[in-house]
């Protein structure tokens, strides 16, 4: 699936009303590109994360809406996930992607994680643009 910046933001804006979704880079960067196991993903059974921030394609930061900022999504040990819609995902850490398919669509989404740490998760959009979330 490719985004432009501002299906991006839309996309997960509705995954969030279709889902609740997605991953983080803090100011310092210390952590980027550190993709650490499947488990950081979820916890010890199930883990919520909550947007920190968005930015586009350039890397410009994107002004977030009050949906934006309250969106959560919680990982399962299961291959679940859940926040405003569920679904199914498999995470390939040795590729490191993850992918998501909605409950009741055949259609998945799949992309790079660019850090996994326990308190941090990043995702990116074949775009470029990135969602960064922490733990909540």
Same mark, same amino acid.
Not at 44 to 61: E, L, Y
């Given at each position: 699936? /490719?985004? $432009?910046?501002?299906?991006?933001? $839309?996309?997960?804006?509705?995954?969030?009303?279709?889902?609740?979704?997605?991953?983080?880079?803090?100011?310092?960067?210390?952590?980027?590109?550190?993709?650490?196991?499947? /488990?950081?993903?979820?916890?010890?059974?199930?883990?919520?994360?909550?947007?920190?921030?968005?930015?586009?394609?350039?890397? %410009?930061?994107?002004?977030?809406?009050?949906? %934006?900022? /309250?969106?959560?999504?919680?990982?399962?040990?299961?291959?679940?996930?859940?926040?405003?819609?569920?679904?199914?995902?498999?995470?390939?850490?040795?590729?490191?992607?993850?992918?998501?398919?909605?409950?009741?669509?055949?259609?998945?989404?799949?992309? /790079?994680?660019?850090?996994?740490?326990?308190?941090?998760?990043?995702?990116?959009?074949?775009?470029?643009?990135?969602?960064?979330?922490?733990?909540?």
């Amino acid at each position: 699936m /490719n985004f $432009s910046p501002v299906s991006f933001r $839309s996309y997960f804006a509705s995954m969030l009303s279709v889902l609740a979704f997605l991953f983080v880079v803090s100011s310092c960067g210390s952590d980027k590109g550190k993709v650490e196991g499947v /488990n950081m993903l979820y916890g010890t059974s199930s883990k919520a994360w909550v947007t920190d921030k968005q930015t586009d394609a350039a890397g %410009d930061k994107m002004k977030q809406s009050d949906a %934006d900022e /309250n969106m959560e999504i919680s990982f399962t040990s299961g291959g679940t996930y859940a926040g405003t819609q569920s679904g199914k995902y498999v995470f390939d850490q040795a590729g490191k992607t993850i992918t998501m398919t909605p409950e009741g669509s055949a259609t998945s989404n799949t992309f /790079n994680v660019e850090t996994l740490t326990d308190s941090k998760l990043t995702l990116v959009g074949t775009s470029g643009a990135k969602l960064m979330l922490k733990s909540k």
